[in-house]
């Protein structure tokens, strides 16, 4: 079962979430959690795991042989990233940390002068602690494709799963509904929005369950620091009854976050209370919808 934990507004608790459930599912079953959140990975610190490099993240990229070149300029404008700069009568100039690797202007050029050739955008690393076994994605400073290496520590979590037999498999994404976000719901069983009470996150929680939905995927909603709002999480409550969504946990907020945070220990081992919430969202997860 692939279970993806998402929100959409940034800092709602969703790797506080991610990693909490991938302990209590871990207590009975082979458990994988996948850390999505390329540009800011952080489960590994969460769950204090000595993260060990399993492959990189290669994007593809042109390579240009001036010997062929006859400078007609054809290649810049084909290219949407401003990526390559011409002016007359000059070799064109390659801008090789905003190239998105489309190939379009290899396809253009007339003379075969571009071939292609690869850049590093990320790496993927591994690691095991809590009886979780963590594959986690990270992208390389400066770079933009965030999308792709998380598409690639997906396709690596997918074969290192079916090596160790897992039986669930947890995706912690990025926050927003972008493209990152896209490649961590894709093929999943089950959605955990997890949000706040504030009015920016349950605006980006609708939008979050918009994509649940359009995907057709199974859904529920987390409210985490609950009782810091308890008034904003009736609208929370009155959105998610009129949309027939369930809300499938309620989660309190206590000094053991922070503790949790500086000691890099799961919540749920902290505090024997959060065990139980979050064994309680496992239960409901399982038979809503
Ligand atoms: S591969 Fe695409 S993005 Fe990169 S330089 Fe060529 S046209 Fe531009
Ligand atoms: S399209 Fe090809 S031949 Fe024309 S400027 Fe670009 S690299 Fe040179």
Redesign the pocket.
């Known amino acids: 079962m692939k279970i993806a934990v998402t929100g959409g507004k940034g800092g709602t608790g969703k790797s506080t979430v991610a990693t909490s459930l991938a302990v209590e599912f871990a207590r009975k079953k082979k458990t994988m959690l996948v850390d999505a959140d390329a540009e800011c990975p952080n489960d590994y610190l969460l769950i204090s795991i000595k993260l060990k490099k399993y492959s990189l993240v290669l994007q593809?990229?042109?390579k240009f042989d001036f010997s062929k070149c006859n400078k007609c300029g054809k290649?810049a404008p084909?290219?949407?990233?401003?990526?390559?700069v011409f002016v007359k009568d000059k070799f064109p100039a390659?801008?090789k940390d905003?190239?998105?690797?489309?190939?379009?202007?290899?396809v253009?050029c007339p003379n075969n002068a571009?071939s292609e050739t690869t850049k590093k955008i990320g790496t993927i690393y591994t690691g095991k602690n809590y009886n979780v076994d963590l594959v986690s994605s990270e992208l390389k400073l400066g770079e933009l494709a965030s999308g792709e290496v998380v598409s690639e520590v997906r396709k690596k979590a997918e074969e290192i799963s079916q090596k160790l037999k897992s039986e669930i498999i947890i995706i912690d994404s990025a926050a927003g509904i972008g493209c990152p976000v896209i490649a961590s719901l894709v093929g999943t069983d089950y959605i955990v929005a997890v949000t706040e009470p504030t009015p920016s996150a349950l605006h980006d929680l609708k939008r979050v369950l918009y994509l649940a939905q359009h995907f057709n995927i199974k859904h529920g909603i987390v409210i985490n620091k609950f009782d810091l709002a308890k008034n904003f999480c009736l609208k929370i409550e009155s959105f998610a009854k009129k949309n027939k969504i369930p809300i499938i946990g309620r989660i309190t907020y206590k000094k053991d976050f922070v503790d949790s945070t500086i000691k890099m220990k799961p919540v749920v081992e902290i505090n024997p209370e959060y065990k139980g919430i979050f064994q309680e969202i496992i239960k409901k997860m399982k038979f809503c919808n």
Not at 78 to 84: E, G, L, S
Not at 98 to 106: D, H
């Open positions: 593809p990229i042109p290649c084909i290219c949407k990233q401003n990526a390559i390659f801008v905003v190239c998105i690797g489309c190939k379009a202007c290899i253009a571009i």
